[in-house]
């Protein structure tokens, strides 16, 4: 069974940084291409940052703020957040899938075929 899992999230005061972690099963994520998404209460989905093979990729509102990583190894990859503000609150989620993405496409949810389940960021002091 194919299967992402989102962790890591939390309260964190503003300024602050969190690191969520999504893990795979059933499938390796290094033949995947990987977005991180969002969703606050009342607003759309957000797509934040993109993963491709030998690229990645942030929307402008978590640029220089936001990292995306990815260890092999432990098929996971990584959301680094820091200088974390109140607006970044949300569920957030990773999604993967086997073909690349190009342009605003990376941060369209419709285009990702697994998703995780969420994990809950809040910012707030």
């Known amino acids: 069974q194919l299967q992402l899992v989102e962790s890591g999230g939390g309260l964190v005061q503003p300024g602050g940084s969190l690191r969520l972690s999504c893990a795979a099963s059933g499938f390796t994520l290094d033949y995947y291409n990987i977005g991180w998404f969002r969703q606050a209460p009342g607003k759309e989905r957000e797509g934040v940052s993109y993963?491709?093979?030998?690229?990645?990729d942030y929307a402008d509102s978590v640029k220089g703020r936001f990292t995306i990583s990815r260890d092999n190894a432990k098929n996971t990859v990584y959301l680094q957040m820091n200088s974390l503000k109140p607006e970044d609150t949300a569920v957030y989620y990773c999604a993967a899938d086997r073909i690349p993405k190009y342009g605003s496409f990376r941060f369209q949810g419709n285009f990702y075929t697994y998703w995780g389940q969420g994990t809950q960021v809040t910012v707030s002091s």
């Open positions: 993963m491709g093979s030998r690229i990645t």
